[in-house]
């Protein structure tokens, strides 16, 4: 994925989406118009994965797991 390459912020994939979306529609009859709607559909395929990526709590097991607070084969007890 795009995200995974480059650090950006959301708005930048969202304005880059967006001005690839609009060469595609100014350049509909052209073959350019195919390589700007792919572009498109990455970029905004970037914006979506970084969004979920950032709505991750922090006190969830995925979250805790991630940064090693956990050790795999390690037993957890759980509450609630």
Request: proline share 1%; hydrophobic share 55%; aromatic share 16%.
């Amino acid at each position: 994925m795009v995200s995974n390459f480059y650090a950006m912020r959301i708005e930048s994939f969202v304005v880059i989406c967006s001005m690839c979306a609009f060469l595609a529609a100014v350049f509909r009859h052209k073959n350019f118009a195919a390589f700007c709607v792919g572009f498109a559909f990455a970029f905004a395929g970037a914006a979506s994965f970084q969004i979920q990526q950032n709505n991750i709590a922090a006190d969830r097991i995925r979250s805790i797991y991630d940064i090693g607070l956990i050790v795999s084969g390690t037993p957890v007890e759980f509450d609630g």
